[in-house]
């Protein structure tokens, strides 16, 4: 099964969790939590652990982030957790991962599997997609 919605930012929370003396690599490190909002085909929330290694003013980096998702894929609720990264080198997107992690789903969505994708356009409109299986 296939299920796509756009998301946004409801919060965006920066932590500090780093070493002392700070460890200075050449693009700076960061670490947050980011509540989101989903419509579309996937409705609902969630929340998001999120790093990165990134230049804002070259849009150069990486960044990994962990999300437990709580609401509905396609009408079926519930909730489960999956983990997404990916690179950019200023003007494409590579080097992409996307996992629904194994034996988080509860309620209509217990035993789901898969993976996905995140794309954003032009405008930063951002569309998550998850392919998925449920247990039957």
Do not use: C, Q, W
Request: proline residues 4%.
């Amino acid at each position: 099964m296939r299920a796509t919605g756009i998301f946004t930012v409801k919060d965006f929370a920066p932590a500090s969790v780093f070493a002392e003396p700070p460890i200075r690599a050449a693009l700076d490190m960061s670490v947050a939590t980011m509540e989101k909002e989903y419509h579309g085909a996937v409705e609902g929330r969630s929340a998001t652990i999120f790093t990165s290694a990134f230049d804002p003013e070259l849009g150069v980096g990486t960044y990994v982030a962990m999300e437990a998702f709580e609401g509905s894929l396609d009408g079926n609720e519930g909730t489960f957790a999956f983990v997404h990264s990916a690179s950019t080198s200023g003007s494409e997107r590579a080097n992409e991962y996307f996992l629904i992690v194994p034996g988080s789903g509860t309620g209509g969505l217990a035993g789901i599997t898969g993976a996905g994708s995140l794309e954003v356009d032009e405008d930063g409109t951002h569309h998550m997609t998850f392919e998925y299986t449920l247990a039957s």
